[in-house]
Structure formats: C-alpha cells, structure tokens
C-alpha cells in the first residue's frame, strides 16, 4: 500500500521561502515518477515540478522555474520542493503525487497519469 504525507506548509510573505516535504511509504516503482502538483481556489490542479529519478530528469511548469527545486532522497524515501522568492500567486493547496505509468507517460502527461495522492498542504503567500 502506497503511502504519501507532505509536511512543510504555512504562510510567508511573498520574496520567502518554503520546504515542502512528502514521505513515502510502499512506493516501488523506480522506472515511474514522481511529482507536485498544486490547485487554488477555481482552478485546476496543474503540474508544479516532476521528477524521475532513474535518469535524473526534472521538470518544472513556466511559472515556477528558477524559484522551485525538486529533490529526492532515496535513502529516506521523501521527496522535496524548495520553493524560493515565492508569490501570492502560489498561493494553493499542494499535493506529492506518485505514479505507477512509464517514465515518459508521467513526465509529460497530465495528474491522470499520477494513481496515489497525499492529502495537500496549504501554501499561503501574502504580498
């Protein structure tokens, strides 16, 4: 059974930063990925960052590039999102995603290609 916690919300004020962390338990699948997704108040859920692991490949939506990292640690089992000179536009509910799909299907497809689902943090960012 696939598990996945995040931990590391709260509020911040916009230019701050932010450590989301998701641990994992019972995910297997080193040929799939790994990612962050995020959804706000009216909108879609939308892919913030991605990462396989297998071939060290990342990536990230336009609009948090060069402000967030995604990281892994195998050894622990937790995945990382080091969010940097956030704004009040990433204010949003995240969410740590795992997936059971090919490398190439998760890297590139939609939250449908993602089976197991923490519960969301919420990232608050006040201007």
């Known amino acids: 059974q696939v598990r996945l916690v995040e931990s590391g919300g709260g509020s911040v004020q916009a230019g701050g930063s932010l450590r989301l962390s998701c641990a994992a338990s019972?995910?297997?699948?080193?040929?799939?990925?790994m990612g962050w997704f995020r959804q706000a108040p009216g909108k879609e859920r939308e892919r913030v960052a991605i990462?396989?692991?297998?071939?060290?490949?990342?990536y990230y939506a336009d609009s948090v590039k060069g402000r967030f990292t995604i990281s892994q640690d195998n050894a622990e089992n937790t995945m990382y999102l080091q969010m940097n000179s956030v704004k009040p536009e990433d204010t949003a509910i995240y969410y740590c995603?795992?997936?059971?799909?090919?490398?190439?299907?998760?890297?590139?497809?939609?939250?449908?290609?993602?089976?197991?689902w923490g519960q969301g943090t919420q990232v608050t960012v006040s201007s």
């Open positions: 995603a795992a997936s059971s799909f090919f490398w190439y299907n998760c890297y590139t497809g939609s939250a449908n290609n993602y089976n197991w």
């Open positions: 019972g995910y297997t699948y080193s040929r799939s990925c």
């Open positions: 990462i396989y692991s297998g071939e060290r490949r990342t």
